[in-house]
Every structure is written in C-alpha cells, then in structure tokens.
C-alpha cells in the first residue's frame, strides 16, 4: 500500500530557504555569514553542505516576529 501523504522535509537546501523566507539568495547568504539565521554546516574540508533545520526557522521567524510586537510602543 501506497501513502501519498507528502511529509515536510527536515531541512531546506540553500536556494529552498531563501524562497522559503522570501529573501533574495544573497541575503540568505549575508545573514548566514552574520549568524543571524539558524543554519548547521555538514560535511568535510572546503565543501562543506549548509542546511537550513525548518523548525529551527520557524522558531527564529516566531521570535523576529514577537520582537518586532514587543518593541513596538503603543501610540494610545
């Protein structure tokens, strides 16, 4: 039997996470640099693999988020 049931990948490739958080690829690669987005290299010497853990993500754009709430002052 068959289940057609398409589970959600664990991590996002380069390219799928820049479309994910709908940034440029250059941008990603800034803020990979900076260490401000969550990311994990994989692999040995100079070709080392980024990947990009979804939770991990989301998490990061929960608390981006909650920051920008929590800063913000109320104009009442």
Do not use: C, F
């Amino acid at each position: 039997m068959s289940n057609n049931v398409q589970s959600q990948p664990v991590v996002l490739r380069y390219r799928e996470a820049a479309k994910a958080l709908g940034v440029s690829q250059r941008t990603l690669w800034l803020w990979t640099k900076a260490g401000i987005v969550p990311h994990v290299r994989v692999g040995l010497g100079r070709r080392k693999t980024i990947l990009y853990p979804l939770d991990e993500i989301k998490a990061w754009l929960a608390r981006q988020s909650q920051t920008q709430v929590d800063g913000k002052k109320s104009t009442k």
